[in-house]
C-alpha cells in the first residue's frame, strides 16, 4: 500500500504563499491518483484537486483554482500543492490521499471519495 507523507505546513501571513509536499514510497506514484483536501476547525473536510502523476493532468474544484496549483515530481515521487494569496480562512490542517487507477483522469469529491490512502495531514495557519 502507498504511504503519503505530507510536510511544509506551518505559519503563514495574510496574501503570502506557501508550498506543501506529498511524498510517496514505498514504490512510484504513476499508477496512483494524489489528491488535496483540507478540513478546518469546525468544519467538513473539502477538496482542492488532484493529479494524475503519470500525464501531469490536474482537476480542481473551482473554489480554489485561481489561487492553488498542483504539480508533481516524478523523481522524487512527490506531489506539492502552492498555496497562492492566502487568507485566514484557508487555515486548515491539508491532506493528501491516493487512490489506485489507470484512468488518464483523476477525480476528486468533497466527501474523499475515491481515496483511499491518506497522509497525516499538515497544519496551514494563516494570520490577519
Known amino acids: 500500500q502507498l504511504h503519503l507523507v505530507e510536510s511544509g505546513g506551518g505559519l503563514v501571513k495574510f496574501g503570502e504563499s506557501t508550498r506543501l509536499s506529498c511524498v510517496a514510497s514505498?514504490?512510484?506514484?504513476?499508477?496512483?491518483?494524489i489528491g488535496w483536501f483540507r478540513q478546518a476547525p469546525g468544519k467538513e473536510r473539502e477538496g482542492i484537486g488532484c493529479?494524475?502523476?503519470?500525464?501531469?493532468?490536474?482537476n480542481y474544484f473551482d473554489s480554489v483554482k485561481d489561487r492553488f496549483a498542483i504539480a508533481r515530481d516524478t523523481a522524487k515521487n512527490t506531489v506539492y500543492l502552492s498555496l497562492n494569496r492566502l487568507t485566514p480562512e484557508d487555515t486548515a490542517v491539508y491532506y493528501c490521499a491516493a487512490y489506485y487507477s489507470d484512468q488518464y483522469m483523476c477525480n476528486i469529491f468533497h466527501d474523499g471519495s475515491p481515496y483511499e490512502t491518506w497522509g497525516q495531514g499538515t497544519q496551514v495557519t494563516v494570520s490577519s
Open positions: 514505498p514504490f512510484s506514484f504513476e499508477n496512483y491518483k
Open positions: 493529479i494524475s502523476p503519470s500525464n501531469a493532468y490536474t
